[in-house]
């Protein structure tokens, strides 16, 4: 079974702290995104990769940014937390682009 | 870019019964449209896709239909049970730039 592990569940941060994400897949999958979930906003597209060291800006990367040293981790940063990435982050990798995508747990990240 | 919309948003079907949710999308140049299953605090879950050059997929009791001339697809479920509660996601590929378009989901609520 192709796992993708989110380091974290459940985080808590303070406004204007520094935040880290962290995704491990070990498919060897080229291809991991950060998607954000909100209730009735769906799943919306922060960033991806499909390779080392290469990054893409998806639908809303503001506030946002990205690692990829290694094939199989992708992080996700925010430089500043406010209180508007309050959200569910969710991590997933695929093979041959975009399909047959699989989902991280998800982190919950409350800023306050 | 690709915009996907879900019609209706929350939708309640008597166990046994079968369900319907549709999709409309924008980009004529789309190919691929999956459905992701996500159930209460769960990671969403590929349940099926299809791509352009089909017009329907059938696995066990849920179907996807695809109306390229009119620009929507729809997933099928018959014989509804209480494990398809849930809230499915339905996307689209945006044309060549290696991602999914999601729309914002589809409460679906079976009721024993």
């Known amino acids: 079974d192709v796992k993708v592990t989110q380091s974290s569940r459940y985080l808590v941060k303070r406004t204007g702290e520094k935040v880290f994400l962290e995704c491990v897949q070990d498919?060897?999958?080229?291809?991991m995104f950060w998607y954000r979930q909100d209730p009735g906003l769906g799943l919306r597209l922060i960033y991806f990769s499909y390779d080392v060291k290469m990054k893409e800006k998806g639908d809303i990367p503001e506030g946002y940014s990205v690692s990829r040293e290694k094939k199989e981790r992708f992080s996700l940063i925010l430089e500043s937390a406010s209180t508007n990435q309050t959200s569910m982050y969710l991590c997933a990798s695929g093979t041959g682009g975009y399909e047959k995508l699989f989902f991280g747990s998800g982190t919950q990240l409350s800023v306050l | 870019g690709e915009n996907v919309e879900q019609h209706p948003s929350t939708l309640s079907v008597q166990e046994g019964d079968s369900a319907v949710i549709k999709c409309t999308y924008s980009?004529?140049?789309?190919?691929?449209f999956p459905w992701y299953k996500q159930e209460l605090g769960k990671r969403p879950q590929l349940i099926i896709d299809?791509?352009?050059?089909?017009g329907e997929k059938k696995d066990q009791r849920i179907a996807v239909t695809l109306n390229k001339t009119a620009k929507h697809f729809s997933l099928h479920i018959t014989e509804t049970q209480p494990e398809d509660s849930a809230v499915y996601f339905c996307a689209a590929s945006s044309g060549g730039n290696n991602r999914l378009a999601f729309g914002k989901g589809n409460q679906v609520v079976v009721i024993p």
């Open positions: 980009d004529s140049a789309s190919n691929y």
């Open positions: 299809i791509r352009s050059n089909v």
């Open positions: 498919m060897d999958h080229e291809n």
